[in-house]
């Protein structure tokens, strides 16, 4: 399972650097998705401990830690709570490296967070905040879709020599199932991976959207007639745009999907720089099928997602333009 996989992927890189060390609210116990669970006992509280429950103070003291030369892996509780560590993110540790003329860097801080859609949670622990990260320079995000993606896209962030901001989606946790190879492994960030080559249509997600995609384009082979390409982006940004190119050269449709808000959500850039590089290979205008805009809603959750019957729609749209 996903929090297994996160579990591993901290567990090899305490027992490979002496300098890493654990931290955020209530992770000593395990944390409140079981991502921690033995870590404290294992490595003990120096080194894997709980924080006050203050996000910018985290990210301001992994910042430091980051700094002074330590590999530094921090939790936000929920995506939702990174907000108060804005500035921390954006301002300082995104900067910290072109202020100081490379003399100073905090490289080595990675701050995990669940994100996304869970069915229940409603307004303050539901929301896909990758596009506000997605504008800094200096930040690399990052999106996983399974467990075998979890621990390797971990292993790679934590030790990128930039700040990460890893965001794992909590559906996942408890949904997906693989069998993840025990020993240490690393998935390059910023390559996007085709996990289904088609001819007609290009399908791009990241996190728990790839999943959703990967059932539509089996829709629209099975009652449409059409090979569709599915791509998992995995890296927001910097992001894999010779891959995505490439992919829309060749099918001339695009459709992005993603849980966050339609306006400003990351499939906005990814339209615009493929309707700008490819323009002369679209057949159709690129679609989105994103999250509404309006706040994250409780029971009307299932309307609110970008759910398969509102993607086929989008498949059938493009393929008639």
């Known amino acids: 399972a996903l929090p297994i996989s996160v579990t591993d992927a901290l567990d090899t890189i305490l027992s490979t650097d002496s300098s890493a060390v654990v931290f955020g609210e209530d992770i000593k116990f ?29 990210v301001g003291f992994g910042i430091g830690l980051a700094a002074a030369g330590a590999t530094a892996i921090a939790e936000m509780q929920f995506a939702d709570y990174v907000f108060p560590a804005f500035d921390q993110l954006v301002n ?24 996304g859609a869970v069915g229940h949670g409603a307004l303050y622990h539901s929301q896909s905040p990758e596009a506000y990260f997605a504008h800094t320079p200096g930040l690399k ?16 962030s934590i030790r990128d020599p930039n700040p990460v901001l890893f965001m794992e989606p909590k559906i996942l946790y408890r949904q997906a199932v693989e069998d993840v190879p ?12 085709v996990l289904k080559e088609g001819a007609d249509l290009t399908l791009l997600a990241w996190g728990n959207q790839v999943h959703v995609l990967r059932e539509v384009g089996q829709m629209a082979e099975k009652e449409l007639g059409l090979s569709c390409e599915l791509i998992d982006l995995r890296t927001i940004y910097p992001w894999d745009r010779e891959t995505i190119c490439e992919s829309v050269s060749k099918t001339g449709r695009l459709l992005v999907s993603h849980e966050a808000p339609f306006t400003g959500g990351f499939a906005a850039e990814i339209a615009a720089f493929v309707q700008s590089e490819c323009f002369l290979n679209l057949e159709a205008p690129v679609e989105r099928v994103c999250g509404w805009d309006t706040p994250f809603p409780h029971i009307h959750e299932p309307f609110y997602v970008p759910n398969k019957y509102r993607c086929f729609d989008a498949i059938k749209k493009l393929a008639s333009y």
């Open 92 to 115: 300082e540790a995104a900067k910290y490296r072109y202020r100081s003329g490379s003399m100073f860097d905090c490289g080595q801080l990675t701050v995990r967070m669940p994100c």
């Open 141 to 156: 995000v990052v999106v996983p879709r399974s467990p075998i993606q979890t621990k390797g896209l971990l292993l790679a």
């Open 182 to 193: 025990v020993g240490d492994y690393e998935i390059p960030l910023s390559r996007a991976e």
């Open 30 to 58: 395990g944390g409140v998705f079981r991502c921690t669970v033995g870590l404290a006992e294992k490595y003990g509280n120096e080194r894997v401990f709980n924080t006050p429950l203050s996000e910018q103070g985290i």
